[in-house]
């Protein structure tokens, strides 16, 4: 039977760190430490299954941007968290209008979710 990780990945699990290279390392490591459990089938893949712009959903975190950065770049499938009763936060669209995250989330997808040009 096949298996999924599923890890998410918001802003403390890089201390709100913004320098790019260290929100990099810290999904980096998620993504290690996932697949260092193996299954009998082998390694077990990867899927970033929640990430978004807050992690409290009270206010957005320092690093969102590379937060979202960091998982649409990685090469690795996700899913953005998108719940429409926070407000501005973890939401990709407001009526008919992309959100700061909506908007980054979308130029991942046109991408062809690769999150390379």
Request: glycine residues 12%; negative net charge.
């Amino acid at each position: 039977m096949p298996r999924l990780w599923d890890p998410h990945f918001y802003g403390w699990l890089a201390n709100f760190s913004t320098n790019q290279n260290t929100v990099n390392q810290a999904l980096a490591q998620v993504i290690a430490g996932s697949q260092a459990i193996i299954s009998a089938d082998g390694t077990v893949p990867v899927i970033i299954g929640e990430y978004g712009d807050p992690t409290s959903g009270q206010s957005l975190d320092a690093d969102w941007q590379q937060v979202i950065t960091a998982v649409t770049t990685s090469g690795i499938g996700s899913a953005t968290w998108h719940y429409g009763q926070l407000g501005a936060y973890d939401v990709l669209n407001i009526g008919n209008s992309l959100t700061p995250l909506g908007q980054m989330v979308e130029t991942y997808i046109s991408k062809g979710a690769t999150g390379r040009p």
